[in-house]
């Protein structure tokens, strides 16, 4: 098993940019990759929604991780990939290979199995597995709005006992009774990361070490100013910046993520193309224009 990093700051699952002929602008990736580090962020996680993964085949997957392992090497930066899929097995399968490519990642960021909804009992059991068989820690990547799948703070907190398991990336679409559980009584040097966008401020109030966070693609120093902020007990500063952060969020997902932040990474000449893969579709000029001028605002 890797040595244990703690998971603490902000995370930027990176977008996948595409060349105009389709295939993937390595240069803009690595690019892209390093200005976020520039900009001060703990952390890169490769694969994520984000990345479009599920859009990528395996020759394409395996080069985006190569990009940002690579560029993670390189400024002694914490590596995240999003790995495996909805079955145990398969993602055993997947968590020994990514051991074998990257044994330098810090953590495999695992959704809890989507679609099948096994229950509290069957999520449980199928993270213990993993985590039994997995050269790397794991971050379960709870999204229930996506996956079909809740779980209880009880649950949540097995997990989190569970050696192996390091944190988990938070991400319910609101705060309630479990999180403010979950938030009370996480073990030490289990990672709880915000992992809605438009809550990391409220998350990180409440103890979150940190979030993995698409609209840090954009004001990414302010992100990283906001948990230092709250790192830091400055309550007012970080509340109100919170509140800006939030805006700035709710205008990076007007559209189906990542359609809005690859629109404004193009247009911030950032990357080649705002081109996304279909079931995708671009976003428009309207939320384009909104989310670039909440960047601006928050980065002038
Ligand atoms: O790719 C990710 O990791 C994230 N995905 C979420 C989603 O698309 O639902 C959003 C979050 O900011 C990071």
């Known amino acids: ?78 590596l995240l990939v999003g790995t495996g899929g909805a079955g145990t097995r398969g993602t055993v399968e997947a968590l020994l290979a990514l051991g074998k490519s990257t044994p330098e990642a810090a953590a495999a960021m695992v959704t809890v199995p989507a679609f099948s ?38 649950a949540l907190l097995e997990l989190a006992a569970v050696p192996g398991i390091a944190g988990v990336k938070y991400a319910v679409g609101g705060i309630d009774q479990d999180t403010v559980e979950l938030l009370g009584s996480a073990p030490a040097g289990f990672a709880v990361l915000a992992g809605d966008d438009a809550f990391l401020s409220p998350l990180l109030a409440l103890g979150a070490a940190g979030g993995i966070l698409a609209s840090a693609h ?5 992100f990283v100013e906001l948990a230092a902020a709250w790192q830091a007990g400055e309550a007012a500063r970080a509340r109100d910046l919170g509140h800006q952060l939030a805006a700035l969020a709710k205008a990076a997902f007007a559209g189906p993520n990542p359609t809005v932040i690859k629109a404004v990474l193009h247009a911030q000449g950032r990357i080649p193309t705002p081109d996304v893969r279909l079931p995708l579709l671009p976003a428009g000029p309207v939320e384009t224009a909104v989310a670039l001028a909440g960047t601006d605002r928050l980065t002038r």
């Not at 929604?49 to 914490?78: F, K, S």
């Open 117 to 154: 909804r096994p229950g509290e009992a069957g999520v449980v059991a199928h993270f213990r597995r993993l985590a039994e068989a997995s050269p790397v820690p794991l971050v379960v990547y709870h999204i229930p709005y996506r996956t079909g799948q809740p779980l209880s703070a009880a």
């Open 218 to 222: 954009l004001a990414t120093a302010r």
């Open 1 to 78: 098993m890797n040595q244990h990093i703690p998971l603490t700051g902000i995370f930027v699952p990176l977008v996948t940019p595409f060349a105009a002929d389709g295939t993937i602008a390595r240069p803009a990736l690595e690019a892209l990759a390093h200005s976020l580090l520039d900009e001060g962020v703990a952390g890169l996680a490769a694969l994520g929604t984000t990345a479009e993964a599920a859009a990528l085949d395996e020759a394409e997957r395996r080069t985006v991780v190569g990009v940002v392992a690579a560029v993670c090497r390189g400024r002694g930066a914490t």
